[in-house]
């Protein structure tokens, strides 16, 4: 009897020995750049109880869960991801010591519809920081993920910063909790793509009096408005007043109690959806501020004021992007989006996803941000702040394969020093040998070819820096390096950077600080 191959489980790769090398090439340098901030790894298993997940990972996680009962009749589910799972382990600890910095990286599980880089099975790589509250720690965060893709040589990489927070405030301002709290949380990144109607839908199944209109009884429509602030007590007994003023015979069939409990419910939707509807309004107003930090923040803290909020939400992100500047983050990468709320439901504060232009339709690289309520939802007695991110590492390979260096070589230099005409060659070898011993890797162009080919050809290779030498920079001793990315400059002289120089035999290895001329602006 002929038998049928038996298929691979769509969603699944198998990875023949180039790929599944370069895929390990890739998650060991994203743990190198963990490693070099400190975090250590840890590992998690991949089978959890489902509990976990169900309690505080919201829909977009436990829709797409791989849960089943095992022969014990246990509830388990495959792991849809590691963050979960290191905070159950950390919350089982007898006497845990803080801070905890960590990194871990598996296989996880989530019942995708496959596509180009959409799998139902796949690798994270990623990091958890416990016990620090505070934009310092936002910022680490985020500039370690940039750091790890800086490391691997990606250029065409967008950080989109976020806080989920501020939405928070609001929803708390305005009573708003439960589910209708955790349904707007959610849906927040949605009103700008669907629109507010379809959020209006979803509450609607959720909870049906919320957008019913009042019915037509005219006894209803006599009614005040709303019963903010008032007992309900109260309201029951003016009710009740009211309608025995009015008469038993205009009341119809139904009896004055069965009308007065009737009256209370549709008063109490009243209120709550008004409050709704405002949330609704600062939703859509949110979701339309990103872009620019400066402008964000700007735009953002006259939001707020117009909603009597507090501005701490947009203060601590406007510190998390000042020492992002610190860490030497590649600013121009980074954007600010007050409607960025990921689907994950244990998120508390700063947010921020990591995007690659080469990637198509699934093009988010990493995503994270803090989840300070995740430990207490978990079981720990008391909150520990906490917040780290995970790379998805099939898109980060991907990516690098877009760019055109599928394992993330590193690049044979960071500088690129070409002649601008063929009588500065002389020069520019000088150039190129005094940054060397500076402690620089440089590549000079050695081929004469026109100046526009080698520009073209530095953008190509992913060189941090370019130093076109010519007249200028003979007449004057210097050296202008050129950011590939943000088009600044930096000119250094010459006689500075040999004064640098360590002494013979005792070289830094490469990428030394240079010391600075002046700084130059953008462009040329
Ligand atoms: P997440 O955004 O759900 O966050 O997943 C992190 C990354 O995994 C995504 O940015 C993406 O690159 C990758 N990814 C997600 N789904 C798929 C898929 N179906 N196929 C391929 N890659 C995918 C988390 O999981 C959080 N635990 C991150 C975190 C850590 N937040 C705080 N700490």
Known sequence: MERRAVERVRGTQDLWPADARQLEVVRRRLEEAFAGFGYRRMDVPVLEPAELHLRKSG??????????????????CLRPELTASVVRAFVAQPAPRLPVKVFSSGSVFRYERPSKGRYRQFTQSGVELFGASGALADAEIVALAMDALDRLGLVDYRVTIGHVGILGELLSKLGLTGRVRTQLLESLEETRRHGLDAIRGRLHELDPDLFDPLGDDPVERTLPAQSDGVGEEHVRASLTGLLSKMGAERLGR???????????????????????????????????????????????????????????????????????????????????DLGLSRGLQYYTGMVFEIDHAGLGAESQLCGGGRYDDLFRALGARAPIPALGFAFGVERVKLALEAEGRPSGEPRAADVFVIPGTPEYVPFAARVATTLRRAGKRVDLDVTGRPLKTSLNYADREGYSQVAVVGEAEARDELVRLR?????????????????????????PPGGAQLPRAAEAGRGH
């Open 483 to 507: 950011d590939m990315g943000d088009g600044r400059e930096q000119a250094l002289s010459l006689a500075d950077l040999a004064r640098e120089w360590p002494a013979e035999g005792a070289r």
């Open 59 to 76: 829909l977009e996680i436990i829709s797409k869960l791989y849960a089943f009962d095992d022969l014990g009749g246990r509830r388990l």
């Open 254 to 336: 139904r009896s004055e109690g069965d009308i007065v409990e009737r009256l209370l419910r549709k008063l109490r939707p009243q209120s709550h959806r008004e409050a709704v509807e405002r949330a609704l309004e600062f939703m859509e107003r949110l979701g339309g501020i990103r872009g620019e930090p400066r402008e964000v923040l700007g735009a953002g803290r006259d939001l707020l004021q117009a909603f009597g909020l507090a501005a701490a939400p947009l203060e601590s992100l406007d510190r998390t992007v000042h020492l992002l500047e610190a860490f030497g983050a590649n600013f121009h990468r980074v954007q600010l």
